[in-house]
């Protein structure tokens, strides 16, 4: 059933992307497909509509003045944005945690659509509007761009009843993107010189990117065999392809001929990437040895970019590079404008008040120091928590994303709380190692001892080695009573200097730590904290972190009964509860869950097994644990067996597929088809043997025509 559900899903993605997507480079699919939008919206006949200010999501201000409802942000607006974002991250296999990341994610979309509005109204001040006409024209194109095929047309006359209600929607999306280009327009200015500037002052790293090699290679264990290779397609008795796809062990593109297309420096290890850049077009370097092995390389062609000539050449590049000036530029414009003219907005919305304030004081999350943290605690907690018994408890009624982010500046005021007890350890362990002589010194004096020392340390290390060789030379020549008893002396004095030097070494290290300990005092000044005061404020910082770890356990636990599959959730409970085996189960399947592409391709995961096995043991220990565990629920047990047999399957051990198998039916002999399901993993480990014999007694008839040929 699955797999049936994966199959549709691609092709209704695949027909959403045809319909809307292609050549649509202002919005995304959500914006075109207004599945979130009240359905007065999906009217398209204009009415006027006067809306109260409660029913804006933001409405924004200039000079402290409410700016037309035109210009404000309504609640569809920012669904929509939002279904388009969360679809465009789903695709990538990334979903967004609804508690721990949403709420960010839809305060900087709001922010982002607020900074349209702004841009709009000064397009409607500066008259920078596109006419009917030019809209009309836009719409036209985009039409004839992709609703190109009857079976298009088809879909957007289902969806939308008709190709005029299909471009009467588009219509104020195109309007809105066509002001936004033309503001963009005229407030910013690319000059060629500002170009050359941007290329001298990255220079290295456009030059190192944008040099490229496109190559082929054939990967093999022996040397002998990479040289026997290279014989047989310099002799024309096989082609650099074929030798690829019946050698090369690289399963990730032996198959296409060892094709490995365009790559730049950086992007393989460096014996191989020295080879391939400085190869000559049309030629076969190598064998070439990695730690992976011995490579030929067929150098099929390369780009070169090192001067600004070249750089204007490659118009792709040159076209990027000036459009992210623009935009750089446009950024600039845009945020002075906001400041000179005192745009601010006031939302409707309790959850994004509260990130927005968060965003705020953090000053875009470049303030996490305790000092802000707390000052957002305090703000934030008389809203979410309530008095209990006598003590303060999280409200399990307050929004759980409300929840979320406190349990996120929590979080963070305890690493702080960590950073600052690992200064003071290490100054109490400093402290302990470090004689007192050398801790009254000054940093000055301490610097003027070392230096002594260091000249001491060199001259020892080289009467050391001058005995060294005195040994060796008196070792080689005719061994007499006399030399016998020189070497002894030697012997005893190469020892008494180790010693000495060893000595001094110590000392050295201890005038190291002195120096350390000042650097240390010097923390803790910055901190406010005395030395003296350093045992105290370890067990405030402990017991700080501990009730910071109970409120965060407690509104952990609220949000795990809110939503028992966020991922984020899970890895922190994991975090603060290890024991819990209900939260360790779920964060087992987690894990696997994302080795799954892995295991799901037989030869990407052949490729990367020394990787990824040792982990996937890990985990399959973890939840065997549980499993086998008598002191856990049947339910628990049952699921944890259900997991590590699909993982054996999944990863092709079946005889321990059975063998689990077999535990489950002792377990729970009702379990429906136990039996069944176990004769099928036999009768699929026996014919995995039987394809593999066939395998390995082709791959040897293969290798014994090749050695007789």
């Known amino acids: 059933m699955r797999d049936f559900i994966l199959k549709w899903k691609v092709l209704i993605i695949w027909a959403i992307v045809i319909i809307f997507t292609a050549g649509i480079v202002w919005w995304g699919v959500a914006s075109y497909i207004d599945l979130g939008a009240p359905r007065a919206q999906q009217d398209y006949t204009p009415q006027e ?71 709009e109204y000064y397009a409607d001040q500066a008259k920078l509007a596109p006419t009917q006409e030019q809209i009309d024209k836009q719409v036209e194109t985009l039409i004839a761009q992709n609703i190109n095929t009857d079976e298009i047309k088809q879909l957007v006359v289902q969806r939308y009843g008709s190709l005029d209600n299909y471009k009467a929607y588009i219509r104020p999306y195109l309007e809105e993107q066509m002001k936004l280009d033309n503001v963009k327009a005229k407030v910013t200015e690319v000059t060629e010189e500002d ?68 790559f730049s420096r950086g992007q393989m290890v460096q014996s191989f990437e020295d080879a391939a850049f400085t190869g000559e077009v049309g030629t076969i370097v190598g064998p070439v040895e990695t730690s992976y092995g011995y490579h030929l390389i067929d150098i099929q062609d390369r780009r070169k970019l090192e001067t600004y000539e070249d750089f204007v050449g490659n118009e792709e590049l ?39 304030k968060y965003q705020k004081m953090t000053d875009n999350y470049e303030l996490t120091d305790n000092l802000t943290m707390n000052e957002f605690t305090s703000w934030l907690e008389p809203y979410i928590l309530v008095e209990k018994d006598g003590e303060k408890h999280i409200d399990a009624e307050v929004d759980p994303r409300n929840i979320a982010v406190y349990i996120t500046t929590l979080e963070n005021m305890n690493a702080n709380f960590n950073n600052q007890m690992n200064i003071l350890d290490n100054f109490k362990t400093v402290k302990e190692k470090t004689p007192e002589d050398y801790i009254s010194m000054s940093v000055e004096q301490l610097k003027s001892v070392q230096e002594v020392k260091d000249k001491e340390r060199v001259g020892l290390e080289d009467e050391i080695v001058m005995i060294e060789e005195k040994m060796a030379e008196t070792g080689q020549s005719t061994q007499t009573a006399d030399t016998q008893t020189y070497l002894e002396n030697l012997n005893q004095e190469f020892t008494a200097k180790k010693s000495e030097l060893d000595l001094l070494e110590d000392e050295i290290s ?134 590590l047999v699909t993982l054996m399957e999944k990863w092709g051990k079946y005889d321990e597929e059975v063998l689990y198998l077999e535990e489950l039916k002792a377990l ?42």
């Open 318 to 356: 040159y076209n990027q590079t000036k459009t992210q000036l623009q935009n750089e530029e446009y950024t600039e414009w845009l945020k002075s404008y906001k400041e000179e003219n005192h745009f601010n907005y006031i939302l409707n919305d309790d959850v994004l008040n509260v990130y927005d």
């Open 195 to 262: 170009i050359q500037a941007y290329f001298e002052t990255n220079k290295e790293e456009i030059t190192s990117e944008n040099n490229q090699v496109k190559a082929a290679h054939i990967l093999v264990d022996e040397l002998e065999q990479a040289q026997d290779i290279l014989k047989q397609i310099q002799d024309g008795q096989i082609t650099f392809s074929e030798a690829a796809v019946q050698y090369s062990k690289d399963t990730s593109n032996s198959a296409n001929g060892g094709e490995l297309d365009w």
């Open 668 to 709: 729970q002999p009702e379990y429906e088809d136990i039996d069944t399901i176990i004769q099928q993993v036999k009768d699929a480990a026996v014919k995995k043997t039987e394809e593999l014999e066939k395998l390995t007694a082709q791959s040897t008839d293969s290798s014994d025509a090749t050695a007789t040929q």
């Open 510 to 643: 201890e005038i190291t730590n002195a120096k350390r300990y000042h650097d240390l005092v010097e923390q803790l000044v910055q901190e406010n904290i005395q030395a003296d005061q350093v045992d105290e404020v370890i067990n405030d910082l402990e017991e700080q972190i501990k009730a910071n770890e109970t409120k965060i356990v407690e509104g952990l636990s609220i949000l795990y009964q809110y939503n028992t599959t966020s991922t984020q959730v899970i890895n922190l409970l994991r975090k603060y509860q290890p024991e819990n085996s209900e939260v360790a189960l779920k964060w087992f399947q987690n894990q696997i869950d994302q080795y799954m592409m892995y295991l799901n391709d037989e030869e990407i995961f052949r490729q990367y097994r020394m990787i990824l096995e040792p982990q996937l043991l890990q985990y399959q220990l973890g939840i065997a644990k549980i499993a086998q565990s008598e002191e856990e629920p049947m339910e628990r047990r049952v699921s944890a067996y259900e997991i």
């Open 49 to 119: 509509y006067v809306p109260d200010r409660s029913e804006a999501l933001a409405v924004i201000t200039k000079d402290s003045t409410d700016l037309h409802h035109s210009y404000w942000l309504m609640p569809y607006e920012l669904s929509q944005r939002m279904q388009e974002k969360t679809e465009y991250y789903r695709n990538y296999g990334q979903n967004i945690d609804e508690m721990f990341q949403a709420p960010y994610l839809e305060l900087n979309t709001a922010k982002s659509l607020m900074d349209n509005k702004i841009v």
